[in-house]
């Protein structure tokens, strides 16, 4: 596989809407393994819903463009302290690697991945997507001693 491919990064998340005692609706992000056992369960498999993503790997110069974008500096007295906006940089990783997605709205039309669409999704999605892809590309100290 070439290093200069556009290669994208598949990113399931399965998750489910649970009504809290409250009468609200909460949204719950599932655990691939607890995902995988309920859609076994036909009454349970009801409940999962799932989101397909795709993913781009930032690119070197897209790299270096984030973080010239998200680090700083804050003046204290006569000396500069340096700065990093986290916020910026989860936002703009977000924006430039999410992809494609199968969101559809209730007449089955595919909505496009805009950024305006992108910030009106849920949070905790958002988060537990960003998550996933952070995951998928750092090898753990397990998959390491594998090599």
């Known amino acids: 596989?070439?290093?200069?491919?556009d290669q994208l990064v598949d990113i399931r998340l399965h998750y489910?809407?649970?009504?809290t005692k409250y009468g609200s609706k909460q949204l719950i992000i599932l655990e691939d393994e607890k995902a995988e056992e309920m859609l076994q369960d036909e009454e349970r498999?009801?409940?999962v819903e799932i989101l397909n993503t795709r993913w781009a790997s930032l690119s070197w110069a897209e790299q270096n463009d984030l973080m010239r974008k998200t680090q700083g500096s804050v003046a204290t007295g006569e000396a500069a302290t340096p700065s990093f906006d986290w916020i910026a940089y989860q936002q703009i990783r977000v924006l430039k690697?999410?992809?494609?997605?199968?969101?559809?709205?209730?007449?089955?039309t595919a909505i496009p991945v805009?950024?305006?669409?992108?910030?009106k999704?849920?949070?905790?999605?958002?988060?537990?997507?960003?998550?996933?892809y952070d995951d998928i590309n750092t090898l753990s100290e397990e998959e390491e001693k594998k090599l």
């Open 114 to 119: 805009t950024e305006n669409n992108i910030n």
């Open 16 to 19: 489910l809407h649970k009504e």
């Open 97 to 108: 690697c999410l992809r494609e997605w199968d969101l559809v709205d209730d007449g089955k």
């Open 1 to 5: 596989m070439s290093l200069l491919n």
């Open 45 to 47: 498999a009801k409940q």
């Open 121 to 132: 999704l849920p949070a905790v999605i958002v988060r537990a997507l960003l998550d996933r």
